[in-house]
């Protein structure tokens, strides 16, 4: 699991997640970063039509029509039905690139719809967005990333792994083993402090962290971190905090403001990491 990271609130957020080639979000400069890169990607999430997330996107979509690279790489947009705004983009540029030389495809989305990733023999990956709390009017996403996993039966749970072994060529792996759906990571998009019950058991969290002093937040409509570090205090399973779409202000202060935050959460068994306003984070 390998993010490549720019987030700056105000100017331009995206996400690029691998090995899947999936990207959250597609803000301004991405593709001078990304040179013919863009070619990897294979799905486009956007969490909702603010300018910072989607101007990217006509960037990119040229880039990969007219640079040299492999036009039989589809390119799949999924966003949330209904926003205006990215709808109105979108014909914009369809409308200035009418000779696409590669497969674009279009995909509203609406909450708990399944977009797979991976659909390989048993191992599975699908993206499922949820609704978020931004600004007034506009439809916003978030989006989890489930892996299916499988786990031994209770019933199994005594035997040794030399009986288990036996079991299993009798009957079979999938006779002892149960299937379940995990976590393995959620994109909050711009939103309030996503609430425990949305992100417990979630393996890599990125939330949106505007404000690291909260006393700086006037409107409602992101996240500070008092109550991001309440709701992951409030929540299990979280392995690693990965906080975005800082604000410009503490860029001088982003290292006193992690080793703040790492002291709050000590003792979670959660890892954090910030997001610089000014540099591609990666990990």
């Known amino acids: 699991m390998e993010f490549q990271i720019f987030s700056k609130a105000l100017y331009s957020t995206w996400?690029?997640?691998?090995?899947?080639?999936?990207?959250?979000?597609?803000?301004?400069?991405?593709?001078?970063?990304?040179?013919?890169?863009?070619?990897?990607?294979?799905?486009?999430?956007?969490?909702?039509?603010?300018v910072d997330h989607i101007s990217g996107l006509w960037g990119l979509i040229n880039t990969r029509n007219t640079a040299m690279g492999d036009r039989n790489k589809q390119?799949?947009?999924?966003?949330?039905?209904?926003?205006?705004?990215?709808?109105?983009?979108?014909d914009f540029i369809i409308g200035m690139n009418p000779r696409l030389r590669y497969n674009m495809i279009l995909n509203p989305?609406?909450?708990?719809?399944?977009v797979y990733l991976r659909t390989a023999g048993s191992f599975r990956r699908h993206v499922t967005p949820f609704k978020v709390k931004h600004t007034i009017g506009e439809i916003s996403y978030g989006y989890h990333i489930y892996e299916e996993r499988r786990k031994l039966k209770e019933i199994?749970?005594?035997?040794?792994?030399?009986?288990?072994?036996?079991?299993v060529k009798e009957k079979g792996r999938e006779a002892v083993t149960d299937t379940y759906l995990q976590k393995i990571v959620t994109v909050s998009g711009d939103t309030f402090a996503l609430p425990p019950e949305v992100i417990s058991n979630s393996e890599t969290l990125l939330h949106e962290c505007t404000f690291l002093d909260g006393k700086d937040r006037r409107?409602?409509?992101?996240?500070?971190?008092?109550?991001?570090?309440?709701t992951v205090r409030q929540s299990s399973g979280i392995k690693r905090l990965i906080l975005y779409h800082i604000s410009g202000r503490y860029t001088s202060k982003i290292k006193k403001w992690h080793n703040i935050i790492k002291k709050e959460l000590e003792g979670t068994g959660t890892e954090v990491f910030l997001v610089h306003p000014e540099h591609v984070f990666e990990l």
């Not at 989305?109 to 399944?114: K, R, S, Y």
């Not at 199994?156 to 079991?167: H, M, P, T, W």
């Not at 409107?219 to 309440?230: A, F, G, K, L, P």
Request: hydrophobic share 40%; proline share 2%.
């Open 15 to 50: 996400i690029l997640y691998r090995p899947e080639r999936v990207l959250f979000d597609v803000g301004e400069g991405i593709s001078t970063v990304l040179g013919n890169s863009v070619y990897a990607i294979k799905d486009i999430f956007l969490t909702h039509g603010h």
């Open 75 to 90: 390119l799949q947009i999924n966003f949330p039905s209904g926003n205006r705004a990215i709808e109105a983009y979108l």
């Open 109 to 114: 989305l609406n909450v708990g719809d399944e």
């Open 156 to 167: 199994y749970g005594g035997l040794s792994s030399k009986e288990i072994a036996s079991v």
């Open 219 to 230: 409107n409602q409509n992101h996240s500070s971190i008092d109550e991001v570090i309440y």
